[in-house]
């Protein structure tokens, strides 16, 4: 069985359709990547998933592991396994970064019938995965993402991520707002906990990336649909040719 | 057409109520003398205005002559059981170690209090006995600095019956926060309680003022009167955690030297009816002062902030900072007014409101003034409105956090600003506490419906 599964999924935001009909099958442990021109509706899709607020399908349906998506909150698709690291994280002014990361553990943990960490055990972790992805204790003491940098806010996304360890990732433009080096650390973030059981959706507008978390499949969405699917050379074909001829087709 | 009719003033049954309370009561109260001459002008003045109601504009949101249906008559002494039951008050101070002194129906159980040790320069008295006895801190201080035409004061100064009476001598520092505890035992009674805290100069004091009770329909009309002398240093603090029926008005009248420092905490989240008052005076230059507050209310709650900081010396800087959270068909007022005097240069005045509201039902009324008749001056001033913000919740949705702990996490964060000024760890700690036990309740409450 599929990890996500994706049938002629259609979704309208304020009366206009932005997904038309969108197919898309990750087995465990693949990396896909998504790639298309502005307002093909990449970041649609990453919302629709993670279930936000006036992102509701009209129609198709989505399965994790088997199960309706759109039967669950937000909270419960990430319980569940979904996460999703923002384009833009949000600051958080006054909710410590300790107490947000403890909360958001405890609660998926907590919901999957498991026992909450222990605050040793808690602060070990975070330690490690801050040390690999260079956030310094100062950044960990502020608000949530309170003063970071572009970088460092995508940094504390993949160390979320890696505190939280799900099942599947939707990364939406991770690379965006990112110097060479950020993107290095970042995609290093994501390749260590690329494993057989985790997959991901990188959600990217440019090639870039993809040389540093290299996809198993690319697909090129345009218009609201998946127009072509490859394998990883098709991120560099792009990157040649640009998307015109895609928006033509899905025009045609 | 419109004929001149004889204007008829009609008293409200809460009226008709206080008077005879006040004429039953003004033989048997404590102080004869001057003071009964200052009860006596001070009910005249209630006599002609009456209740205060929304055309007498510092009440325009908090109507009193409508929310005070009746006048409770006079507490009496607290018998035996409405003793035992104040033993378990105070216990969301948590291990916070204080001084208590226990008011139970507004009158002083030196059983229930810490009196004995005092720190070298502490005096401590009830307000009855200083009465009684013409206790000359009294003509010196008493009423010296609560607006007599303020009708809440008018009638406190009328009625009061007891109260605390506190004098910190020069240079003396007192470790141990005084926690003056208002205990309601729930009887429909209306307790009028003064207080007087003198604070010398350099001397360094902590004051918690609480109020609670189980629940009960009762009356609490509470004043305080605080002298803060040059170079000295006062933290004040007050939980209004009223029963959920009671009325309760209470006013912080404050004078303060220079180069003191006054940090003002209150916290309100309980009683039907709320009134807090705050009358600030800087008097002596170069005083700096944090005031603040949180209020947290819901259900058909009023609570009624009204703060006038009057700065009437140079160089002084003050913060206000006040936020409520209302939930249900709660109505949270704020009134805050900066009066910067003539020469008052180089005042610093910053105030800020903001309102964080649960519900489509629930009512926010700010109304921030400056008044500023120097020239050369800083002042500002901020009100905001509004709801959760919803991109922020779905954030920590997205994380897997639930949305009633997601929402309780950005209330906590809202109101962290305000509570994050309180200098005493273990009290910010404890009230914090408070915060996420009334966001525990508001969830199960959720949960149920």
């Known amino acids: 069985m599929a990890l996500l599964e994706v049938k002629n999924l259609h979704v309208e935001i304020d009366g206009k359709e932005i997904l038309k009909g969108l197919n898309l099958t990750i087995n465990a442990g693949e990396v896909h990547a998504i790639m298309g021109p502005n307002g093909s509706g990449k970041s649609t899709l990453a919302y629709v998933l993670a279930g936000k607020d ?19 909150s937000t909270d419960e698709r990430a319980a569940a396994g979904l996460f999703l690291a923002f384009q833009y994280p949000l600051e958080i002014p006054g909710v410590a970064t300790m107490t947000f990361l403890r909360t958001a553990l405890n609660a998926q943990r907590k919901k999957r019938g498991e026992a909450e960490l222990s605050t040793p055990e808690f602060l070990k972790r975070v330690r490690e995965v801050a040390k690999e992805l260079g956030i310094g204790q100062d950044m960990l003491r502020r608000g949530v993402n309170v003063g970071f940098s572009g970088g460092e806010k995508k940094r504390n996304e993949i160390l979320q991520m ?27 973030g994501v390749n260590r906990l ?13 090639q870039r990336l993809l040389n540093y978390i290299v996809p198993d499949v690319v697909h090129v969405l345009s218009r609201g649909r998946i127009v072509k699917t490859g394998g990883k050379d098709l991120a560099l074909e792009l990157e040649a040719r640009g998307y015109a001829e895609y928006q033509e087709e899905a025009a045609a | 057409m419109n004929a001149m009719a004889e204007v008829k003033v009609i008293k409200t049954a809460a009226e008709t109520a206080l008077a005879h309370e006040f004429a039953q009561a003004r033989a048997r109260l404590p102080g004869a003398g001057a003071i009964a001459d200052q009860r006596a002008a001070a009910f005249d003045v209630f006599a002609r205005e009456g209740l205060p109601h929304r055309r007498v504009e510092d009440w325009k949101y908090t109507d009193l002559r409508a929310l005070m249906r009746e006048a409770k008559p006079l507490a009496s002494p607290p018998d035996a059981a409405a003793k035992a039951r104040a033993k378990t008050a105070g216990q969301w101070l948590g291990d916070v170690e204080t001084r208590r002194l226990m008011f139970v129906d507004g009158a002083f159980v030196p059983e229930l209090s810490d009196v004995g040790g005092l720190e070298e320069g502490l005096t401590i008295g009830s307000l009855a006995d200083a009465l009684a006895d013409n206790d000359p801190t009294l003509s010196a201080h ?33 470790e141990r926060p005084l ?24 001397a360094r004091v902590m004051l918690i003022e609480s109020y609670e009770g189980a629940g009960g329909d009762y009356q609490v009309n509470s004043a305080l009167e605080l002298f803060v002398a040059d170079e000295a240093h006062v933290d004040h603090v007050k939980i209004v955690g009223e029963g959920k029926d009671a009325l309760h008005v209470s006013t912080l009248a404050v004078a303060i030297g220079a180069k003191a420092r006054f940090n003002a905490f209150n916290f309100v989240t309980g009683g039907a009816v709320v009134r807090n008052q705050l009358f600030v005076n800087f008097d002596g230059e170069n005083t700096v002062a944090n005031i603040r507050g949180a209020t947290l209310i819901k259900g058909r709650q009023h609570a009624d902030v009204t703060l006038v900081a009057q700065h009437g010396a140079p160089g002084c800087q003050s913060r206000e900072v006040f936020k409520s959270v209302l939930d249900n068909e709660a109505h949270g007022v704020f009134q805050g007014r900066i009066i910067v005097r003539p020469g008052a240069q180089q ?29 050369d001056v800083q002042c500002g001033h901020g009100a905001t409105a509004g709801a959760i913000d919803d991109e922020l919740k779905f954030y920590l949705m997205a994380r897997g956090i639930p949305p009633s702990e997601a929402e309780a996490l950005l209330i906590q964060a809202f109101l962290g600003e305000a ?31």
């Not at chain 2, 309601?184 to 350099?202: H, K, M, Q, T, W």
């Not at chain 2, 519900?359 to 003034?369: F, G, L, M, R």
């Open chain 1, 194 to 206: 690329r494993g057989p059981k985790r997959s991901f959706v990188v959600i990217t507008h440019y």
């Open chain 2, 347 to 375: 005042t610093d005045a910053k105030m800020m409101t903001r309102a964080l509201l649960l519900s489509e039902n629930a009512e926010a009324d700010s109304k921030p003034e400056l008044e500023i008749f120097a020239d």
């Open chain 2, 179 to 202: 926690h003056l505890l208002f205990v309601a035992s729930g009887n429909p009674n209306a307790d009028f309680i003064r207080s007087l805290v003198v604070v010398e100069r350099g």
């Open chain 1, 162 to 188: 890696a505190l939280l360890e799900p099942r599947l990732a939707v990364l939406d433009e991770t690379d965006s707002g990112l110097d060479i080096d950020a993107l290095k650390i970042v995609s290093e």
């Open chain 2, 419 to 449: 509570v994050e000024g309180i200098e005493h760890a273990g009290l910010r700690e404890a009230l914090m506490e408070q915060v996420a036990a009334w966001l525990k309740a508001r969830s199960a409450q959720q949960a149920a419906a």
């Open chain 1, 54 to 72: 006036g992102y509701e399908p009209t129609a198709g349906q989505v399965t994790l592991d088997g199960k309706n998506i759109f039967e669950m």
């Open chain 2, 142 to 174: 008493l009423g010296k600095l609560a607006a007599p035409d303020n009708i809440a004061i008018a009638l406190n100064t009328a009625l009061m019956g007891d109260g605390a009476v506190i004098r910190v001598a020069a240079n003396s520092t007192i």
